[in-house]
């Protein structure tokens, strides 16, 4: 039931980021007088409409996302209309530049500000993301610190233990959670990472750990276990290697999220905020090498979880973290989803508003070097020229949508 609602929540968290997107555009057009005929939520057939003065606003069957229409874009759409003298007046390609550009850029900017909301909703109700317990996860790694696992998986499985599974050699030599590991059979372990690749190379069975509890060090014998995992270098490969039955040691005590008030809340979401974008900045530079990894997934290999995903995929996700009460990642994935979308519409691409914007601007600059050189103005781009590579755009766009969605149903991210 909790996974459905995620879905569905999430689902709706999307469609409406996505319809304000359209209002920003409509909002801005109508403040400098631009005239707006259409504002519409959803595709396909209309289910009901309104008109309030020259707008007609309604919702539509298919809620896959949303428009709204602002007279006259182009040059080209102006000469398509049949306007009045007063209404050509207010058609948008004849407005000054920075009014179109903030226009145009008033959907991202309505992503950049809904994904703040958010992070300050969940900063106040549900939590952020404890830094400690980010530096803790850190740790980790750092140290040979363990946690004893219950049992060893001996198959090179993902899973729980189940009656079948043998008790963990850490468990039944005594070993306890917040032990410190310091040498496998007399050799020094530096980093948890060494310590697993010592309790790897070790033969299966007899073994001297030398191990520190809360100060007192101490040597004990443990049986390891021969286990199939796949090899730290290549994960595609399978090997058989010694098992000890621990992981890295993270302090349970320590919250994953802490919430804040209303004006701590501001400065708290303000640093995940530009942690995010970071963050996303480097996910779009990685995402022409990701793309392969998609094909791999729909063949069957394991699915990367840093691939891109899909509404679908999201969606999924946002029940899996619903299922488990993860509220505060949950709204902090719709958050980071707003500012990529934000972020990806600004690209100067055609049909993006990112080229829309580029588009302007080039036109601007050309009027400004004809008029430096003495020489009549070019006038407004014929969009028709440019259609062909709007198309190219539109069936690469297409066909990564229908790789994703497709991966994202054959062989979806699941939380581990």
Known sequence: MAYALGVILFALGIFVSVCLHEAGHMWTAKRFGMKVTRYFAGFGPTLFSFRRGETEYGLKAIPLGGFVK????TQQEEEEEELTEEDKKRVMWRKPVWQRTIVLSAGSAVHFILAFVIMWISAMFVGLPNPAYGQAIDDVAKYPRISVMPCVVTANEQRTCNDND???????????????????????????????????????????????????????????????????????????????????????????????????????????????????????????????????????????????ISVVGASRIGGELAGRGLWYVFLLLLASLNIFVGIFNLLPLLPLDGGHIAVAWFERARSWFAARRGRPDPGRVDYAKLMPVTYVVIIVFGAFTLLTVGADIFNPITLK
């Open 70 to 73: 602002i007279v006259g874009m």
């Open 166 to 308: 043998p008790v963990s050699p850490a468990k039944k030599a005594g070993l306890h959670d917040g032990d410190t590991i310091t040498k496998v059979n007399g050799a020094a372990v530096g980093d948890y990472l060494d310590l697993v690749k010592k309790i790897r190379a070790t033969p299966a069975g007899p073994a001297t750990l030398t191990v520190t509890t809360a100060g007192a060090e101490r040597d004990v014998t443990v049986d390891l276990v021969a286990v199939q995992r796949a090899a730290l270098k290549d994960k595609k490969t399978t090997e058989t290697v010694s098992a000890l039955g621990v992981s890295g040691y993270l302090d349970p005590t320590i919250p994953t999220s802490v919430t804040y008030g209303p004006v701590d809340g501001i400065g708290a979401s303000g640093t995940f905020y530009m942690s995010t974008l970071g963050n996303t900045f480097t996910a779009l530079k990685k995402f022409p090498q990701k793309v392969p990894k998609l094909f791999d997934a729909l063949t069957g290999a394991e699915r990367d979880p840093e691939t891109p």
